[in-house]
């Protein structure tokens, strides 16, 4: 019911545009979480948007750098400047509401898409 779109390798400096899609679900009664998980490491949030204000919270290693915006059926994550460390796997997950920039309740989760991000 989340499919994620967008990955890909750049350099470090590139950007990128993540979309997270929703099916079958409408997209106005949850709040969507980005999530990442580089190898050996732990599933971390990264961005939150509220469902019904749009509100977007991110971590802070994120901000300024990222930026989280939605439409009728998509959430977006654009990623600029990007470097090494923000390699990972990069998964959107639905939920009743955000923690910060943590979904609280994950319902649904995406399959998730490689970001690489090279020297």
């Known amino acids: 019911q989340l499919v994620e779109s967008g990955g890909g390798s750049v350099q470090a400096g590139g950007s990128l545009r993540l979309s997270c899609e929703t099916y079958?679900?409408?997209?106005?009664?949850?709040?969507i979480g980005w999530f990442r998980q580089a190898p050996g490491n732990q599933r971390t949030g990264v961005g939150c948007?509220?469902?019904?204000?749009?509100l977007t919270f991110l971590r802070d290693s994120v901000k300024g750098r990222f930026s989280i915006s939605r439409d009728f059926a998509k959430v977006y994550l654009q990623m600029n400047s990007l470097t090494p460390d923000d390699t990972a796997v990069y998964y959107c997950?639905?939920?009743?509401?955000?923690?910060?920039?943590?979904?609280?309740?994950?319902?649904?989760w995406g399959r998730g898409t490689q970001v690489t991000v090279s020297s």
């Open positions: 948007i509220e469902s019904r204000d749009g």
């Open positions: 079958r679900l409408t997209l106005e009664n949850y709040a």
């Open positions: 997950a639905a939920g009743p509401k955000c923690r910060e920039w943590v979904v609280a309740g994950q319902d649904f």
